[in-house]
């Protein structure tokens, strides 16, 4: 897989290699088919996931074990879509996290993020900016939990993870990535309203009975 870190082609004076392309194509897929509810955001996910674990493995020890975790992760979300009710369209059902998941979302991610941004500290290597890039490793691992449990408040952990990854990249000088995170913005933005007015308009899943 050594062909992942080449070049693909330079953007605003910033070398893309193709990893970094792939992996953000696959990303914004994944977040797409999310938003339209379908279970195949989750192998495209582990997909991403697999491709930059690939190019990480060997030279960037704590990214490649980042992207194990973003893998498992994935994994338990497609079990569970597999196993959700359907709504009257035949996608997932979704809904709102109760005050009591949200509470403890809250508290798991601001844990994790102080204990990631300490191990980061702890050993330089697995990180350059080891606060903001464990913000965002935990934010982006309490994402895809809240989505995995089909709720609604998945686009505002993310939404929050943007407002740390916009800046971040553009302030490194990482001027395609930072763009990338803009589009993921405006994706959250767009699923949210989707997600929240379908919650609202209390659909039931079409399989009465299934696991919620």
Same mark, same amino acid.
């Given at each position: 897989?050594?062909w992942?870190?080449s070049?693909a082609?330079v #953007?605003?004076?910033q070398r893309?290699?193709? !990893?970094?392309l792939v992996?953000?194509?696959?990303g914004?897929?994944?977040?797409?088919?999310?938003?339209?509810?379908?279970?195949?955001?989750?192998?495209?996910?582990f997909? &991403? *996931?697999?491709?930059l674990?690939?190019?990480?493995?060997?030279h960037? &020890?704590g990214s490649?074990?980042?992207?194990?975790? =973003?893998?498992?992760?994935?994994?338990?979300?497609w079990w569970r879509?597999?196993?959700r009710g359907r709504t009257a369209?035949?996608?997932?059902?979704v809904?709102f996290?109760?005050w009591?998941?949200?509470g &403890?979302?809250?508290a798991?991610?601001?844990?994790?993020t102080?204990a990631?941004a300490?191990?980061f500290?702890?050993?330089?290597s697995?990180?350059?900016d080891?606060?903001?890039?464990a913000?965002?490793? =935990?934010?982006?691992i309490v994402?895809?939990?809240?989505q995995?449990?089909g709720m609604?408040e998945?686009?505002?952990?993310?939404? #929050?993870?943007?407002?740390?990854g916009v800046?971040?990249?553009?302030?490194?000088g990482?001027?395609? !990535?930072g763009f990338?995170? =803009?589009?993921y913005?405006a994706l959250?933005?767009?699923?949210l309203?989707?997600w929240?007015l379908r919650?609202?308009n209390?659909?039931?899943?079409?399989?009465e *009975?299934?696991p919620?």
């Amino acid at each position: 897989m050594n062909w992942l870190d080449s070049e693909a082609f330079v #953007l605003f004076d910033q070398r893309i290699i193709w !990893s970094d392309l792939v992996g953000n194509v696959l990303g914004l897929i994944a977040l797409t088919l999310g938003w339209r509810r379908s279970v195949l955001t989750w192998p495209v996910q582990f997909l &991403a *996931g697999l491709i930059l674990f690939g190019a990480f493995y060997g030279h960037l &020890a704590g990214s490649a074990g980042k992207q194990v975790v =973003v893998m498992l992760v994935a994994l338990y979300g497609w079990w569970r879509w597999s196993r959700r009710g359907r709504t009257a369209d035949g996608h997932v059902s979704v809904r709102f996290a109760t005050w009591t998941e949200r509470g &403890a979302m809250a508290a798991a991610a601001a844990a994790g993020t102080v204990a990631v941004a300490l191990l980061f500290k702890a050993y330089p290597s697995l990180s350059w900016d080891p606060w903001p890039d464990a913000y965002i490793f =935990v934010g982006t691992i309490v994402a895809m939990y809240a989505q995995a449990r089909g709720m609604v408040e998945f686009w505002l952990a993310w939404l #929050l993870v943007d407002l740390v990854g916009v800046p971040l990249n553009f302030a490194n000088g990482y001027a395609f !990535s930072g763009f990338v995170y =803009v589009i993921y913005g405006a994706l959250v933005l767009w699923g949210l309203r989707d997600w929240w007015l379908r919650s609202r308009n209390g659909a039931r899943p079409a399989l009465e *009975g299934a696991p919620a």
